[in-house]
């Protein structure tokens, strides 16, 4: 039933709708304008902080940014996203060296004051409008589109181009806008994707050597379907910084940098000195860093029935391992099995609420959102996704 599914807007219709509001608030046309992707994790959760690969794909939901220089020492934005924390419009100014940046409130600025403190480049005074199609806390990065975006647009300011800064860097820079500034200390699969993603292409990253390999998604026969649980436990955050430790202290009594050293054997000779929690957190990243890479050569092969099967054991190890997932994420992924048609499900992003990601035949669409809508106890949102270009400057 296609009308269960969320209409996506296009990219000019957010785009219009940015700048009506632009001239509303600033009595003046935009002079650029740029807009940065979310993502999905089609499957390597939890992976990128233990120096291991992720296999995410950019979504056609965005963030998009419209504005100009105003020839001051202001940054002056305002948000059209529903559901921030008020007031939608923020000024900070442009950082110098009598003025640090410091995060405050309202916090949604706080991704944008991030870049901006972060950005490789002089940042000049501007005016923006900002626009989001990528559900908030939903589990699919609206804060990396939201910094990715923000970094596309002050190069724009600047006369576009690359700026001498690559990709990665832009990346990275994003990054530690949100451990700074966001107090996220988040890996960095998202920021990548957002930057690096291209249309009908999922990308493997190693976030050690941060190399990437693109693999073609494009079968006109096979769907992504990002399905949003629409709740969000607030106790991700902290759960999230518990994670990492926990991976750290595993790292360490296993006498490896990092988790991506390991390897199932070497977990088994240690387990004794592991408490229990410890060796599940182990056990999980270390399968799931080897499940990403057979994903992805899975997807290469065209084998989407293993490439399910690696979603579901990756979805278990996240629930029984990892303990990141919840009632809700678990329901959604149980009901998207019992479809005719469906390959895997699994929960993705962080956990604790969000999204779940579904490859499933197209012609097995309709029934999948109706079986899962019927089995879910709350309100889902469906997004048919197709794999989508990264963060650009856009043509007013
Ligand atoms: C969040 C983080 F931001 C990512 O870096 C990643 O760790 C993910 O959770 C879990 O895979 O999205």
């Not at 005016?127 to 609206?142: F, I, Q, R």
């Not at 190399?211 to 379907?225: A, R």
């Amino acid at each position: 039933m296609a009308d269960l599914q969320a209409e996506i807007p296009t990219v000019e219709s957010l785009l219009e709708h940015a700048v009506d509001a632009f001239w509303a608030r600033f009595e003046t046309n935009p002079e650029v304008a740029a807009c940065a992707p979310g993502r999905v994790n089609l499957i390597g959760e939890h992976t990128d902080y233990n120096d291991g690969f992720v296999f995410p794909m950019a979504l056609p939901l965005v963030t998009v940014f419209v504005g100009r220089k105003n020839g001051s020492t202001q940054c002056r934005v305002e948000t059209l996203s529903q559901g921030v924390d008020a007031p939608t419009y923020a000024e900070f100014p442009v950082p110098s060296e009598q003025t640090a940046l410091k995060p405050g409130l309202p916090k949604w600025v706080n991704y944008v004051k991030g870049v901006v403190a972060n950005y490789k480049g002089a940042v000049p005074g501007f005016d923006c409008v900002l626009a989001s199609s990528v559900p908030l806390g939903g589990g699919v990065s609206s804060s990396a589109s939201l910094e990715v975006g923000t970094y596309i647009f002050l190069d724009q300011l600047n006369g576009a181009g690359e700026n001498g800064v690559s990709r990665k860097e832009k990346a990275l820079a994003c990054q530690k806008a949100e451990h700074v500034f966001a107090g996220a200390p988040c890996g960095i699969m998202d920021q990548f994707i957002s930057i690096m993603g291209e249309e009908k292409h999922a990308l493997l990253i190693d976030c050690r050597s941060l190399e990437s390999t693109l693999v073609p998604l494009e079968d006109p026969d096979v769907v992504v379907l990002v399905t949003n649980s629409n709740v969000k436990h607030n106790i991700e955050a902290s759960e999230y910084s518990t994670r990492r430790r926990q991976c750290e202290n595993g790292a360490k009594t296993l006498g490896v940098k990092s988790l991506r050293d390991a390897n199932m054997e070497l977990l088994q000779d240690q387990k004794a000195q592991l408490d229990d929690v410890t060796y599940r957190r182990a056990r999980h990243v270390i399968g799931e860093i080897g499940r990403t890479e057979d994903a992805a050569q899975a997807l290469r092969d065209n084998n989407y029935k293993l490439f399910g099967e690696l979603m579901v054991q990756s979805h278990n190890s996240l629930r029984d391992d990892f303990e990141v997932s919840c009632p809700e994420l678990d329901q959604l992924v149980e009901a998207a099995m019992e479809v005719k048609g469906v390959f895997g499900s699994r929960m993705t992003g962080g956990g604790f609420g969000g999204c779940t990601v579904t490859l499933l035949k197209k012609d097995a669409v309709p029934d999948a959102l109706e079986h899962i809508k019927n089995r879910y106890k709350g309100t889902p949102t469906f997004y048919v996704c197709e794999a989508s270009g990264a963060a650009r400057g856009l043509t007013l």
